[in-house]
């Protein structure tokens, strides 16, 4: 791993998610696999077959041993703004396997664990504004939960902030609202 890759992640783990999500916006959400290192390397060395979620990082190292040195070596000397990205996709994916920015599996739990936790006002502010910004599930539903209950609210502008087509924006409404329980009025009655 780079020093600045491995500053970011350090950042991150620490609760400050901006220069990791900073340096990633640098890259093309499309195309940052195109500047990466490992574009054409074989897939499988990013996933070595010790290695998981659940897995204790020292004992995978040792037992993997010399067999991490090239996918790591690849990790080394991606673009640091490529290895954000890297990072953050497999982040907002949720993808619990494979090494990523230099982090195994095992090493990535926890920050995975603590993107989902992660809730950022500023990002669902900037999302609601149509300003394209990472954000996690969580963010995410709270957009689509202010939209479902604030008719003033741009869904063009909530299509491009989230970099979603416009239809399915509706179509996550439309869910939120079958999903959440009608508000009971004080008399009773639900309120629709
Ligand atoms: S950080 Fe590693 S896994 Fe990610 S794109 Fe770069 S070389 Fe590939």
């Known amino acids: 791993m780079s020093t600045e890759i ?7 783990h620490g609760g400050d998610w901006s220069p990791l999500l900073k340096a990633a916006s640098l890259e093309s959400e499309r195309h940052w696999a195109e500047n990466a290192q490992c574009l054409g390397a074989d897939p499988e060395i990013f996933s070595p077959l010790s290695d998981g979620p659940r897995e204790i990082p020292e004992t995978v190292r040792r037992f993997q041993g010399i067999s991490l040195n090239r996918p790591l070596n ?8 490529v290895a954000a990205r890297c990072l953050v996709e497999s982040l ?7 090494i990523r920015a ?16 992660r809730f ?5 502010s900037a ?20 939209l479902a209950g604030d008719p003033t609210l741009n869904a063009d502008h909530i ?7 416009r239809k399915y924006v509706w179509q996550l ?11 009971a009025s004080a008399s009773g009655a639900d309120v629709a």
């Open 127 to 146: 999302v609601l504004r149509g300003v394209p910004v990472t954000v996690n599930e969580g963010e995410r539903a709270e957009v689509i939960s202010r």
């Open 92 to 98: 907002r994916l949720n993808d619990e396997y494979g």
């Open 102 to 117: 230099g982090m195994l599996a095992s090493e990535r739990s926890p920050l995975r664990h603590a993107w989902q936790r």
């Open 173 to 183: 409404v439309r869910d939120h609202k079958k999903s959440s329980p009608p508000v």
């Open 6 to 12: 491995g500053e970011l992640i350090q950042a991150a």
């Open 74 to 81: 690849f990790c080394a000397s991606c673009p640091v703004a």
């Open 159 to 165: 299509a491009r902030g989230l970099g979603i087509p």
């Open 120 to 124: 950022d006002e500023e990002a669902v």
